[in-house]
C-alpha cells in the first residue's frame, strides 16, 4: 500500500446539528450531496488498489457521488455505536451529566439496534480495517465517519484509539495516511475542498 485516502462522509440532518449518529442510517442533505460531489477531483485517476465504504447509506452515497462507484462495503467501517446516546447531543448528555466526554467516558447501553460499544471495541474493527489496506497494491480509499476515522488515524499512528481526540474532522473533508522513511504519518488531515 502506498497511501490511503480517507474521505468523510457529507453532511446529515443530524451531523449538522450535532447528534450522535452512529448506526441510524441517515440520507445526505443536500449540502451534503455537494460537498461529496466536491470531492471527485480528489479521487479521479486514483487508480486505487482497494476502495471500502462503510454500510452506511451517507457513506455508499458520499462514495459514488465522489466517483468511487467500485467499492466493497465493509461492516468494520461502521461508525462507533453510541448506544443510549444515539441521536443525543454532546449538550443535551451534559444536562445530566456535566463533564461528560465522549472520549473518555464512553456511551451507555441502548436497545436493540444500538447495543452501544467501547472505543477498544471500534479500535479493533480500525485494526482490522488497516491490516486489510496494508495488504493492498498502491492507493486505498476509505470513506467513513468522524469519530470512526479518527480512531483508524490514530491506531495507523500506532496510539491508543483514544488518541483520535485529538483530531478533528468535519464532514465533507479528506485526510491522507502514508508513510515517511517506512513509518506511519499523516500527509494531510481534515482538509477542505
Keep these: 500500500m502506498d497511501e490511503m485516502i480517507l474521505l468523510r462522509h457529507g453532511e446529515t440532518e443530524w451531523s449538522r446539528d450535532r447528534r450522535h449518529t452512529g448506526r441510524t442510517d441517515m440520507p445526505l442533505t443536500?449540502?451534503?450531496?455537494?460537498?461529496?460531489?466536491?470531492?471527485?477531483?480528489?479521487?479521479?485517476?486514483?487508480?486505487?488498489?482497494?476502495?471500502?465504504?462503510?454500510?452506511?447509506?451517507?457513506?455508499?452515497?458520499?462514495?459514488?457521488?465522489?466517483?468511487?462507484?467500485?467499492?466493497?462495503?465493509?461492516?468494520?467501517?461502521?461508525?462507533?455505536?453510541?448506544?443510549?446516546?444515539?441521536?443525543?447531543?454532546?449538550?443535551?448528555?451534559?444536562?445530566?451529566?456535566?463533564?461528560?466526554?465522549?472520549?473518555?467516558?464512553?456511551?451507555?447501553?441502548?436497545?436493540?439496534?444500538?447495543?452501544?460499544?467501547?472505543?477498544?471495541?471500534?479500535?479493533?474493527?480500525?485494526?482490522?480495517?488497516?491490516?486489510?489496506?496494508?495488504?493492498?497494491?498502491?492507493?486505498?480509499?476509505l470513506v467513513a465517519h468522524g469519530h470512526y476515522l479518527r480512531i483508524l488515524a490514530a491506531r495507523w499512528l500506532g496510539r491508543p484509539p483514544e488518541d483520535g481526540r485529538f483530531l478533528r474532522l468535519d464532514t465533507g473533508t479528506y485526510s491522507r495516511l502514508g508513510f515517511e522513511h517506512g513509518r506511519p504519518v499523516l500527509l494531510t488531515w481534515n482538509a477542505p475542498v
Excluded: C, K, N
Aim: charged letters at 30%.
Design 30 to 141: 443536500a449540502r451534503g450531496e455537494d460537498q461529496a460531489r466536491a470531492l471527485a477531483p480528489l479521487v479521479a485517476g486514483g487508480g486505487f488498489g482497494l476502495v471500502l465504504v462503510s454500510p452506511a447509506l451517507r457513506a455508499r452515497r458520499t462514495a459514488e457521488l465522489a466517483g468511487l462507484e467500485r467499492y466493497e462495503t465493509d461492516p468494520d467501517m461502521w461508525e462507533w455505536d453510541y448506544g443510549g446516546y444515539e441521536g443525543i447531543t454532546t449538550a443535551s448528555i451534559r444536562e445530566t451529566r456535566p463533564d461528560w466526554y465522549l472520549w473518555h467516558d464512553g456511551v451507555i447501553p441502548g436497545d436493540d439496534a444500538h447495543p452501544g460499544e467501547s472505543i477498544a471495541q471500534v479500535g479493533a474493527r480500525a485494526d482490522r480495517v488497516i491490516a486489510r489496506a496494508r495488504r493492498a497494491e498502491g492507493a486505498v480509499a
